[in-house]
């Protein structure tokens, strides 16, 4: 099975800060990871697929990159409605499933 | 606008059933891959199952292989999860998602989840 780790899995930062989570796989997904946020008592939501294309309606803050085991999410200046939990989930691993990183924590 | 509705769920015990259904509305139901993702309280996202377009293929994560199963009716516009042998591990928020429209682009949308609990 593949297996996904993200860092850190708490961050605090500010209004306007640049924040970067990464997302690792424990094999080569190439560029099958997406980014999804979710907040409390919500569903998750789409941020970005194919590890770097912007779904259609995020706003352009959001950027996402690598391929094969390294991914990241940055988000260039932070806003106080980004406080969530953000996921990344490969989608190369069939049959085997696809799985979900274990989540980080932002806090603002 | 793109709806999904999932309903079902409940509090059952340990080694009971259960089956979620998921209507979708406001989409062409029938040409999406859909799935099942769950999150136990104050925990992440787990990914449960998968089923193509017209359920001939079928995945599910090995925590719940041969257990539970998933279908479809394209007919109802309609997803389901047939839960049987459940565990206390099992209890949480059991979402539907649809997938993008671009292959392997995450679930576009998501229905607001049905919790359930399994407790003696």
């Known amino acids: 099975d593949i297996q996904l780790t993200q860092s850190p899995s708490f961050l605090s930062a500010s209004v306007g800060d640049r924040v970067t989570i990464t997302c690792r796989a424990s094999?080569?997904?190439?560029?099958?990871l997406v980014w999804y946020q979710q907040k409390p008592g919500k569903a998750p939501k789409l941020l970005i697929y194919?590890?770097?294309t912007l779904q259609s309606g995020v706003p352009s803050r959001f950027s996402g990159s690598g391929s094969g085991t390294e991914f990241s999410l940055t988000i260039s200046s932070l806003q106080p409605e980004d406080s969530a939990t953000y996921y990344c989930?490969?989608?190369?691993?069939?049959?085997?499933?696809?799985?979900f990183g274990p989540g980080t924590k932002v806090d603002i | 606008e793109v709806q999904l509705v999932e309903s079902g769920g409940g509090l059952v015990q340990p080694g009971g059933s259960l089956r979620l259904s998921c209507v979708g509305s406001?989409?062409?139901?029938?040409?999406?891959?859909m799935n099942w993702v769950r999150q136990a309280p104050g925990k992440g996202l787990e990914w449960v199952s998968y089923?193509?377009?017209?359920?001939?293929?079928?995945y599910y994560a090995d925590s719940v292989k041969g257990r539970f199963t998933v279908s479809r009716d394209n007919d109802k516009n309609s997803l389901y999860l047939q839960m049987k042998d459940l565990r206390v591990e099992d209890t949480g928020t059991y979402y539907c998602?649809?997938?993008?429209?671009?292959?392997?682009?995450?679930?576009?949308?998501w229905g607001e989840g049905t919790l359930v609990a399994v407790s003696s």
């Open positions: 989930q490969q989608l190369n691993s069939v049959p085997r499933g696809f799985s």
């Open positions: 194919a590890a770097s």
């Open positions: 094999q080569d997904i190439s560029k099958y």
């Open positions: 406001g989409f062409t139901f029938g040409i999406y891959e």
């Open positions: 089923i193509s377009s017209v359920g001939g293929t079928i």
């Open positions: 998602a649809r997938d993008g429209s671009v292959a392997a682009a995450g679930y576009e949308y």
